[in-house]
């Protein structure tokens, strides 16, 4: 079996919707697991499941504060997921690059075409 810090990485943590919003929500201060539940229709405990799995990722972190347990962001790992985006980005930039240039193509053949039927009218008049 894996150690707890093994069990999740930052892209397992980020791949569900409700895990992406409370790192969302704990981005602006440290919150209590009642103040994020508040923000979701689900049960505390499957909060503190996605809680879990955020602190596994070592992206979140949580501290005793009188009763509470107060959680709050870490982003640091983020920046794995950042430098492994970064190297697909010279696919996207290459892709927008290559419609970007399709594109101008297309409009320059229609101008093409548009403008001696323009010229023939010009003529006649």
Known sequence: MLPAAQKHDVFQAIADPTRREVL?????????ISAIT?????????????LQVLTDAKLVS??????????RLHP???????????FYEQFWTNKLSMLKHIVEEKEESRLRVVAPE??????RE
């Open 24 to 32: 969302r929500l704990l981005a602006g201060s440290e919150l209590p």
């Open 38 to 50: 508040a923000h979701f229709p689900m049960s505390r405990t499957a909060v503190a499941k996605h």
């Open 62 to 71: 949580g501290r005793k504060a009188g009763r509470e347990k107060l959680y």
């Open 76 to 86: 640091e790992p983020l920046q794995e997921l950042q430098q492994w985006l970064a």
């Open 118 to 123: 323009e010229d023939e009218q010009a003529n």
